[in-house]
């Protein structure tokens, strides 16, 4: 790992990074602007899972956040990596980083359980009623564990 984290912080790129007096401020820009998309979509999506704003169909509103959270990604994931170029080894040290790894990894297994689970059967709960139980479990794992990323990323310029 030391040797592939020496490699990635030599590269042209991560040089930029670090040399660059505007571009990480700019990456990190873009990756925050991605991160407000992809958080606020599933935010709405998950409120309404949860029973705010009942009459709205829940597949009307997946239909048009979801997109926007997965297409928010084409902004988080280069500029994510850009940054972590920069600096890899300091980032794979820092407990705060491997924290938001982990969360990160287990809010994308809270989506895919959520959308090969309870999703499939949402069209007896699309509107008018309360999502089942386990729904709205995950749809508040899910706010939890996106606040604790945004948390993590945050405290990231202080750790």
């Not at 969360?103 to 309870?118: M, R, T």
Request: with cysteine.
């Amino acid at each position: 790992m030391q040797a592939w984290t020496a490699w990635l912080a030599g590269t042209p790129v991560a040089r930029a990074m670090r040399d660059g007096v505007w571009l990480y401020p700019a990456v990190e820009t873009v990756h925050i602007i991605g991160f407000a998309v992809l958080v606020g979509a599933v935010a709405m999506f998950d409120l309404r899972v949860l029973g705010f704003a009942r009459r709205l169909p829940v597949r009307a509103l997946g239909a048009h956040v979801l997109p926007w959270a997965a297409a928010s990604l084409l902004l988080i994931v280069p500029a994510g990596l850009l940054m972590f170029a920069s600096a890899p080894q300091d980032f794979i040290a820092n407990p705060t980083f491997r924290l938001k790894l982990a969360l990160l990894a287990a809010a994308g297994v809270n989506a895919a359980l959520f959308h090969v689970g309870v999703y499939r059967g949402v069209a007896h709960w699309d509107a008018g009623v309360a999502a089942p139980v386990l729904a709205r479990a995950q749809a508040l794992l899910s706010l939890l564990l996106w606040t604790a990323i945004v948390a993590c990323g945050r405290l990231l310029a202080y750790t």
